[in-house]
């Protein structure tokens, strides 16, 4: 803990504990997302208009989704995985309005992939029985069970990690091309106001918050589905 | 922001587990129950509740197309029969119709013969007592005219008779020019 890098400023104390903007934006997301599907689901018609046809193509797509990767009969799975790709991609680019991603937090996306592995155990074992799932690692030869069992606990790891570390380096280097501006509208122009900071970064925050970002946000999301009905066939 | 309160405020590490990690637990869970509850539990429910009801109607469009088809074939056929009916009714009609004309026709016809041949008889009548009339008055006249050429009375009654067969024997031809 310290006052310098790129980790998540502390908020508030609560107590003793110190809530990171992490938490604070991640209430934020959840009050939007909140808010948006009372609003937009209050007075659902039978022909879409407005904001109905957002959340029904919402909607279907997750739905649409989860069907063709996990099969019909795993459709109520379509909540958790609509839930983890709006949490997933609203917090990748949620940097655009200046706030900390944050899935730049490595306690978030460790949450998610963990909550993933837990699901994967649980449905795994839930659908086949405790012994046919443990038979599965020691497929196809006996000696390879301490390798499958690495193999299974990467999963989380990866899966939490290359989402963090896609969107950390999107903050640092965001951050250090912030710097360099600053700096370069000094050395050149001889002013403290940092005139370059305007419109250069544009093109950056596309890639990094909207492309990385949402591209992320569906790559954790196809994982995460992938694992769980592997788990479960 | 300024660069004053970014290097003020305290940061957690940035590769670290730590409470965040509670936080976000209890985030996800929340959020995932939001969603649920209020975005993909109603409008999953409510789409699938649109679907079936379209397909419901769809259903009802076709069961009352076919009946509609049926009920079209059932008064298609109705209709060629009283079609077939109207036009025998028509020709009984106009039948009865031509017959009764003919049968008028030949009533006329047959009083008109009738009125012809009661004038044609009313008018030998007539002539026949015209013939009479002049025969008795011929007979009168002879008789007169003798009477006179004989000076004597004849008896009327008495010759009147031979008179007549007489006229109506010698006369008659004459009478007939």
Redesign the interface.
């Given at each position: 803990m310290g006052s310098e890098g790129f980790g998540p400023r502390i908020a508030f104390y609560i107590g003793d504990i110190p809530v990171s903007e992490t938490v604070t934006v991640t209430w934020l997301i959840i009050f939007v997302l909140g808010l948006f599907s009372i609003l937009a689901t209050r007075n659902l018609k039978k022909e879409p208009r407005g904001l109905q046809i957002i959340v029904e193509t919402l909607v279907s797509t997750v739905n649409n989704l989860t069907k063709q990767n996990m099969g019909e009969r795993n459709l109520a799975f379509a909540p958790f995985v609509g839930t983890l790709l709006l949490f997933i991609g609203i917090s990748n680019i949620i940097g655009l309005l200046g706030f900390r991603p944050p899935t730049g937090d490595l306690n978030t996306t460790m949450c998610l992939s963990i909550t993933t592995f837990v699901l994967t155990q649980f449905f795994g074992v839930k659908r086949k029985g405790i012994v046919n799932y443990s038979k599965g690692f020691l497929q196809p030869m006996p000696f390879l069970l301490p390798l499958n069992i690495i193999g299974e606990l990467a999963n989380p790891v990866s899966l939490g990690f290359r989402l963090f570390g896609n969107i950390v380096a999107g903050i640092i280097i965001m951050s250090l091309l912030y710097g360099a501006l600053g700096g370069f509208t000094e050395m050149l122009l001889g002013i403290t106001v940092p005139l370059f900071q305007a419109g250069v970064p544009a093109v950056l925050h596309i890639y990094f918050d909207m492309f990385a970002g949402l591209l992320q946000s569906f790559i954790f999301t196809m994982l995460t589905m992938v694992f769980i009905s592997g788990a479960m066939e | 922001m300024s660069m004053d309160m970014?290097?003020?405020?305290?940061?957690?590490?940035?590769?670290?587990?730590?409470?965040?990690?509670v936080?976000?637990?209890i985030?996800?869970l929340?959020?995932?129950l939001?969603?649920?509850k209020?975005?993909?539990?109603?409008?999953?429910a409510?789409?699938q509740k649109?679907e079936n009801?379209i397909k419901m109607q769809i259903q009802d469009a076709k069961n009352l197309d076919a009946e509609a088809q049926k009920l079209r074939e059932a008064y298609e056929a109705k209709l060629a029969l009283a079609d077939d009916e109207g036009k025998d009714v028509v020709k009984k009609y106009t039948q009865r119709a031509e017959n009764r004309a003919f049968e008028i026709v030949k009533t006329a016809e047959a009083e008109v013969d009738t009125m012809k041949l009661n004038a044609h008889r009313e008018l030998e009548r007539e002539r026949v007592k015209a013939v009479n009339e002049l025969k008795g008055q011929i007979s009168e006249l002879t008789i007169l005219a003798a009477s006179k050429v004989v000076e004597k009375d004849l008896n009327e009654a008495d010759h009147k008779e031979l008179i007549n067969k007489f006229i109506s024997e010698v006369g008659e031809t004459q009478w007939q020019n």
């Open positions: - | 970014v290097t003020a405020s305290l940061r957690l590490g940035l590769v670290e587990l730590n409470i965040t990690f936080f976000q637990l985030n996800t929340i959020l995932y939001i969603l649920k209020f975005l993909f539990g109603p409008v999953t409510f789409m649109r009801d």
